[in-house]
Structure formats: structure tokens, C-alpha cells
């Protein structure tokens, strides 16, 4: 069984939904669709996202993590259920995040 997890919390997925993608030199990402009943689910960039292997217990194996870049949602007409397309990047967006440096010189402290 494939169990995902979007903030830490478990997420019902369209069955067969699941694609990821590991490449050498570039980011690993992953694709699914999440079955939201309640239409209650909300679900933003930046969220953390994991997606588990659980065959052989009590062995869980990560076959993803990484963070939701992008998600497209779809309300079925007369109902509350809501597709979630969700569009994710991996771990190294982390690593990708860079600091922009400032050097005032010939400035005192606290001005600009």
C-alpha cells in the first residue's frame, strides 16, 4: 500500500494518480490527485509532502518527500467532493533557497 501525507496528515488519493519522477542532476517530483469528500481540503505551496511504501511491515519506506509547488482543485458539480491536482518538487527545494547578501559600507549601523 502507497499512503501520502500532506502536513504530516494522511490524504485520500485517486487510485493510480501516483507519479514520481527521480532524476541525476536536476529535482525529483511527484504528481497525485487527492480525493477530498468533505470538500473541506485546503492545500497551499510550501506544504510539506510524503509518500510512503508500507508492503512489508513494519518496514516503511520513503519514496518521496519533498514540498507542494503547485495545485489545481476541480469541485464536482452538485456535490461537495474536490479534486486536488497536486504538483510537487523535491527535498532540494530546500537546498535551492538562496540568501541575497548586503554590504553597506561607509554606513553607521541602523541606517540605509
Known amino acids: 500500500m502507497i499512503k501520502t501525507y500532506i502536513d504530516g496528515?494522511?490524504?485520500?488519493r485517486d487510485k493510480g494518480s501516483v507519479k514520481i519522477g527521480k532524476n541525476i542532476n536536476s529535482r525529483s517530483t511527484a504528481e497525485f490527485v487527492v480525493y477530498d469528500e468533505t470538500?473541506?481540503?485546503?492545500y497551499s505551496k510550501s506544504m510539506p509532502v510524503q509518500i510512503r511504501k508500507t508492503f512489508f511491515p513494519p518496514f516503511y519506506n520513503?519514496?518521496?518527500?519533498g514540498f507542494i509547488d503547485h495545485v489545481k482543485s476541480v469541485r464536482v458539480p452538485n456535490n461537495t467532493v474536490i479534486y486536488h491536482t497536486i504538483k510537487c518538487?523535491?527535498?532540494?527545494?530546500?537546498?535551492?533557497k538562496r540568501l541575497a547578501g548586503y554590504s553597506a559600507s561607509g554606513a553607521t549601523a541602523g541606517t540605509t
Do not use: I, P
Open 9 to 12: 496528515t494522511a490524504v485520500l
Open 62 to 65: 520513503l519514496l518521496f518527500g
Open 39 to 42: 470538500g473541506v481540503g485546503s
Open 89 to 96: 518538487t523535491g527535498n532540494t527545494y530546500l537546498a535551492d
